[in-house]
């Protein structure tokens, strides 16, 4: 079978385990009915997500030129502190960054190695941990908009980190504790004026990964100089594809780039 197209993240199914799907424009792929398969993936061309053209691919799927100027790339992603959409102030465009940010977010604690900090927007629950590999979570607050919610992550990020050890989380190597507990510890950090969006729930969500191997040492697929590769699939986790040797593809991290997978 050959499936061909532009690589954009997978969309995930949550399930027991959870379902993995690669959409590639015109073909569609089930990623766990390839469990157990070889695989070979050719880096054909690139394809910008913004533009089409083909371009290196800079960050997040796009050229740089698009990277510096889509909606969707502006400094806000990363930092939802830095919003101000809120205020009636455009980063880039102000109608898709009000659309995107005025809208209820939640600050979370997830495992997925150790315990981190994260925001995202309340409709991306649980898509959000799934694609970081998370095995648990819990939220932590509520909030109106992306702003609010990253005035909490930043008081928070003195406390706990807001970054994933990919490779402890491809590895299976996850902290074991008590979400609950820690988010009563937490709560304390939450600025005054944002506390009332705590949320005093203390519902935990679980997640089950397809791998049938998880790597004992990890080695990064990168095809931008490796275009061709070719491997037996065992796992898949997060964003990433695991093959045997413990040579992990990311497939986020390949947005953009234009690839023919042969199974």
């Given at each position: 079978m050959n499936f061909e197209g532009q690589i954009r993240k997978m969309i995930t199914e949550n399930g027991s385990p959870i379902r993995y799907?690669?959409?590639l424009k015109d073909d569609f792929l089930d990623v766990n009915q390839q469990l157990g398969k070889k695989i070979r993936i050719s880096h054909l061309h690139n394809q910008c997500l913004n533009c089409g053209l083909d371009h290196p691919i800079y960050r997040m799927g796009y050229c740089k030129n698009c990277f510096f100027t889509v909606p969707e790339a502006n400094e806000n992603i990363i930092r939802p502190e830095l919003s101000t959409a809120h205020l009636g102030i455009a980063k880039r465009d102000l109608e898709w960054e009000q659309k995107f940010e005025l809208q209820?977010?939640?600050v979370y604690l997830a495992v997925a190695s150790d315990i981190k900090?994260?925001?995202?927007?309340l409709t991306q629950i649980p898509t959000r941990w799934i694609d970081q590999g998370a095995s648990y979570a819990t939220i932590l607050a509520k909030t109106d908009n992306r702003y609010e919610a990253g005035?909490?992550?930043v008081a928070l990020k003195n406390h706990v980190s807001d970054k994933t050890n990919y490779v402890r989380m491809l590895k299976n190597e996850v902290l074991e504790v008590d979400l609950i507990q820690q988010k009563d510890l937490f709560k304390v950090y939450i600025p005054e004026e944002e506390?009332?969006?705590y949320l005093p729930d203390t519902s935990i969500y679980s997640f089950e990964y397809p791998v049938l191997q998880y790597p004992e040492k990890v080695k990064t697929l990168n095809l931008a100089k490796q275009p061709e590769f070719e491997g037996t699939l065992v796992g898949i986790k997060g964003q990433y594809w695991i093959f045997?040797?413990?040579i992990v593809w990311n497939v986020r991290g390949h947005e953009g780039f234009y690839v023919k997978i042969e199974i």
């Open positions: 799907y690669l959409n209820p977010h939640i900090v994260g925001v995202t927007r005035v909490i992550e506390s009332k969006f045997e040797d413990g």
